[in-house]
C-alpha cells in the first residue's frame, strides 16, 4: 500500500459518464481519494452519500473528492442519479488504480478468499504525495477524521 511521503501514483479512468479524469487535472490542488469495494452495498452509500454531504466544506478550501471502485460506469450512473451524489466516482474495471495504491488485495469473507478492494481512503498533496492515509476504513466518524487530518494539513485553526 502507497504510505505517507510517497509519491501518489498518476491515474486516468472513466468517470460515470464516460470522461477520462487524470491525476495531472489536480495538479497544484489537494485531492482525496477514497477507494470502496461497491455501488450500492450499506457501507459504501453510507461513505459516498457521507462525502456529498460534506462536498461543500471540501471546495470551499479547493480540495478534489474521487471515489474509486472496480464498478462500471453504468453503475456508477445508477448509484448516483438513487442517491444523488455530487462526488466524482471513478470506474477502476480493470483494479489498475486499486493495484497501483496497494489497495486491491486478498479478502477473506465468510470462508472464502477473493481479490477485492480494501477500503482506505488517501489525501495527496498538491504536489502529488501521500499526505495521510487510512487503511480498512470504518465507515462511521470517518468524514470527520478526514476533515480533520485536512484541517491540520491545511493549518486551520
Same mark, same amino acid.
Given at each position: 500500500? *502507497?504510505?505517507?511521503?510517497?509519491?501518489?501514483? *498518476?491515474?486516468?479512468?472513466?468517470?460515470?459518464?464516460?470522461?477520462?479524469?487524470?491525476? !495531472? #487535472?489536480?495538479?497544484?490542488?489537494?485531492? @482525496?481519494?477514497? /477507494? +470502496?469495494?461497491?455501488?450500492?452495498?450499506?457501507?459504501?452509500?453510507? &461513505?459516498?452519500?457521507? /462525502?456529498?454531504?460534506?462536498?461543500?466544506? /471540501?471546495?470551499?478550501?479547493?480540495?478534489? @473528492?474521487? %471515489? *474509486?471502485?472496480?464498478?462500471?460506469?453504468? !453503475?456508477?450512473?445508477? /448509484?448516483? &442519479?438513487?442517491?444523488?451524489?455530487?462526488?466524482?466516482?471513478?470506474?477502476?474495471? &480493470?483494479?489498475?488504480?486499486?493495484?497501483?495504491? %496497494?489497495?486491491? #488485495?486478498?479478502?477473506?469473507? +465468510?470462508?472464502?478468499? +477473493?481479490?477485492?478492494?480494501?477500503?482506505?481512503?488517501?489525501?495527496?498533496?498538491? #504536489?502529488?504525495?501521500?499526505? +495521510?492515509?487510512?487503511?480498512? @476504513?470504518? *465507515?462511521?466518524?470517518?468524514?470527520?477524521?478526514?476533515?480533520?487530518?485536512?484541517?491540520?494539513?491545511?493549518?486551520?485553526?
Amino acid at each position: 500500500m *502507497v504510505e505517507a511521503g510517497e509519491k501518489a501514483p *498518476v491515474f486516468a479512468l472513466p468517470d460515470k459518464d464516460g470522461q477520462i479524469v487524470k491525476s !495531472s #487535472q489536480y495538479k497544484g490542488r489537494w485531492m @482525496v481519494v477514497y /477507494f +470502496y469495494p461497491k455501488d450500492n452495498t450499506p457501507g459504501c452509500t453510507r &461513505e459516498a452519500i457521507s /462525502f456529498t454531504e460534506s462536498l461543500r466544506w /471540501f471546495t470551499g478550501r479547493d480540495v478534489e @473528492v474521487i %471515489g *474509486v471502485s472496480p464498478d462500471g460506469q453504468e !453503475s456508477h450512473c445508477r /448509484f448516483t &442519479e438513487k442517491h444523488k451524489l455530487q462526488i466524482t466516482l471513478l470506474a477502476d474495471v &480493470e483494479h489498475k488504480m486499486s493495484e497501483a495504491f %496497494g489497495v486491491w #488485495q486478498l479478502k477473506k469473507n +465468510y470462508g472464502k478468499e +477473493y481479490m477485492g478492494i480494501v477500503r482506505s481512503t488517501f489525501i495527496i498533496d498538491p #504536489q502529488g504525495r501521500v499526505a +495521510y492515509r487510512w487503511k480498512s @476504513v470504518k *465507515v462511521d466518524g470517518h468524514i470527520d477524521a478526514v476533515k480533520g487530518k485536512l484541517k491540520t494539513l491545511l493549518k486551520e485553526a
